[in-house]
């Protein structure tokens, strides 16, 4: 039963996800004038196949590991276009209409992302308080004297010629401990000081501040929150205070909480470069398969948080500038651009086949880490 279950949350993940980031070039395509020959859902063999009136043909293939959406694009040497249809054409069309249809991709899983958020928000979720465990010894939270039991009630980002003093009535609340982590992320991959406004367990209420100098380094083997010393105290259920906004707010909030994310991951992949991160954090099928049934099992509500996540990750990852990619796209573009003129076709295929490689590099990786993962003795 469990293992239908991670199969079916796997294959709803996928198909979500994929089935709106090419949604995204699909329609940005239409807004533009151009011609799509073909939405598919999945690679290889047709198991259900469309074709609508305007020429589109839908797809649904066997292997659910992606999709594509096929443009009328007379670069394409594959492709007959008739006089009729060359204003349709995606290869004629102004740089800025191209560029918009590439980044309409990612953009779509971003906007995925808050809408799904927001659907949390409304509906309403527990959250766990914002309440610290006793911090580790020789932590820096133990060593600025920070209890058990205090309680985080207010953030505040410090300026990094700032000399430690955080400026009092400018604190943004943190209603969770979810809320907290993500800012304490963004001070930790950004390399900014921030100060707390905390309330101990007698209800009185001070102000700690943690300076840039002060923060512990992300490496690879380091768990910086250990090192921070600002973890959470496990609660009981009826501790928890409920997250409901109206739909307005809950669009802001959500908006903010992907921006957050969408910042504070891109540092952690550039980070891959820096040797902050690692290559064996890099996951594929099989822990988004397992990541997928889990959240599933415990309820709609983690399992949508991870959907927005997985969006986030997917629109990032095909920002990046590689053949093959969104991004690789927009670069050639971004050439277009400063040069004048498009990128020649001999050394866009030359390109693409690198590109292609080192996609299937990065896939048999991440493939190769879920195996050493989850069949490791």
């Keep these: 039963m469990q293992a239908l279950i991670t199969l079916a949350a ?4 996928l198909g979500v996800l994929v089935s709106f980031h090419e949604y995204g070039h699909f329609l940005a395509a ?5 011609k799509v020959l073909r939405f598919a859902l999945g690679f290889g063999k047709p198991l259900f196949t469309y074709r609508a009136a305007n020429g589109t043909e839908w797809v649904l293939a066997s292997i659910p590991l992606g999709g594509y959406v096929k443009l009328l694009d007379g670069r394409d040497s594959q492709q007959t276009i008739s006089i009729e249809e060359r204003p349709e054409s995606f290869d004629i069309k102004p740089l800025w209409q191209r560029s918009l249809i590439v980044a309409a991709g990612p953009f779509a899983n971003f906007l995925l992302s808050i809408i799904l958020f927001s659907v949390i928000y409304v509906a309403g979720v527990p959250q766990l308080p914002a309440r610290l465990q006793a911090p580790p010894e020789q932590s820096i939270a133990a060593k600025l004297g920070v209890a058990a039991g205090d309680q985080v ?3 505040q980002y410090l300026s ?6 955080p400026i009092l009535e400018e ?4 209603p969770s401990w979810n809320a907290l982590r993500w800012l304490l992320l963004d001070a930790l991959t950004g390399e900014h000081g921030f100060a707390l406004e905390m309330k101990d367990i007698s209800g009185d209420r001070y102000i700690q501040s943690f300076r840039q100098d002060q923060l512990p380094s992300i490496t690879p083997e380091s768990d910086p929150f250990k090192a921070l010393g600002l973890l959470p105290q496990v609660s009981l259920p009826s501790e928890w205070q409920e997250l409901k906004l109206d739909p307005i707010d809950a669009l802001g909030f959500a ?15 550039l980070g891959l470069f820096t040797g902050k991160t690692t290559l064996k954090q890099l996951g594929g099928p099989l822990s988004i398969a397992d990541m997928a049934g889990k959240s599933a099992q415990v309820g709609w509500q983690p399992f949508v948080a991870f959907l927005a996540l997985m969006s986030i990750s997917i629109g990032l990852l095909n920002l990046v500038p590689l053949p093959m990619l969104d991004g690789g796209q927009l670069l050639y573009d971004a050439w277009e651009l400063v040069a ?6 001999s050394l866009q295929e030359k390109l693409q086949k690198v590109g292609f490689l080192l996609l299937i590099s990065l896939s048999l990786l991440a493939l190769f880490n879920d195996l050493q993962r989850y069949l490791s003795p």
Excluded: A, E
């Design 160 to 165: 990094s010629d700032h000399n430690g003093t």
């Design 171 to 174: 604190f943004d609340p943190v």
């Design 30 to 34: 239409r807004l533009c004038g151009v």
């Design 255 to 269: 908006g903010q909480r992907v921006y957050l994310i969408t910042k504070v991951s891109l540092r952690l992949m």
């Design 340 to 345: 004048g003129k498009r990128i020649s076709l």
């Design 153 to 155: 009630i207010g953030w």
């Design 10 to 13: 796997f294959l709803v993940t």
